[in-house]
């Protein structure tokens, strides 16, 4: 019964910015660990980004920290990702993925529930 839909995507011209939602349902969410994951044509899973359920620890691949920010509103049952500075690196299909841990899993093995993905294509 648990579902996470993510939203959000388009194309993007380098340098500009999108705001990626995952909507959860059928899980507690406020007690679940978000994070978001990329995959690129032909390429492996990356992580990118997770957020801790306790709401305070976070981790970010080095190719995005300062650039993009996640983020877990508990109230909406929703998590973000906001998306800076865009670069053509980053285009890849981005999932969001939940699991009840009490830290930021860079991991994708770590994370049993994953939505759809949402496509993010950044021209130059």
């Known amino acids: 019964q648990v579902q996470l839909v993510e939203s959000g995507g388009g194309l993007v011209q380098a340098g500009g910015s999108l705001r990626l939602s995952c909507a959860a349902s059928?899980?507690?969410?406020?007690?679940?660990?978000m994070s978001w994951f990329r995959q690129g044509p032909g390429k492996q899973r990356e992580f990118v980004a997770a957020m801790a359920w306790r709401g305070g620890s976070t981790n970010y691949a080095d190719s995005v920290k300062g650039r993009f920010t996640i983020s877990k509103d508990n109230a909406e049952n929703t998590a973000y990702l906001e998306m800076n500075n865009l670069e053509p690196e980053d285009t890849a299909v981005y999932y969001c993925?939940?699991?009840?841990?009490?830290?930021?899993?860079?991991?994708?093995?770590?994370?049993?529930?994953w939505g759809q993905g949402t496509q993010v294509t950044v021209s130059s």
């Open positions: 993925a939940a699991e009840r841990l009490g830290f930021a899993s860079t991991r994708s093995r770590e994370y049993t529930y």
């Open positions: 059928g899980l507690t969410f406020s007690t679940y660990a």
